[in-house]
């Protein structure tokens, strides 16, 4: 997925479930300290892994889907492959 933020040297974005917070800043093009402080304020979906904050993808889509009175998209089904026995 292209990042439509970064101007003529467009770059790949890393299409991983979870997001840095400077990631999530980036894609949301507001300020890395901003997105901190929605987080702190509980606006932003984010979960803890030990000190770490990570913003899932998914929650962002819906976050942004629910603030911009859009009807929220169904979350893609996760499969995994098939075990060979």
């Known amino acids: 997925m292209l990042d439509p933020g970064a101007g003529h040297g467009a770059t790949l974005v890393d299409s991983s479930f979870l997001l840095t917070v ?7 093009r507001i300020s890395r300290n901003l997105a901190y402080e929605l987080i702190a304020q509980n606006r932003l979906p984010h979960i803890r892994l030990g000190r770490r904050l990570l913003v899932p993808r998914q929650g962002l889509v819906n976050w942004i889907a629910r603030e911009s009175g859009l009807p929220l998209t169904p979350s893609p089904m996760l499969s995994l492959p098939a075990q060979s026995r």
């Open 22 to 28: 400077p990631e999530a800043a980036r894609l949301l």
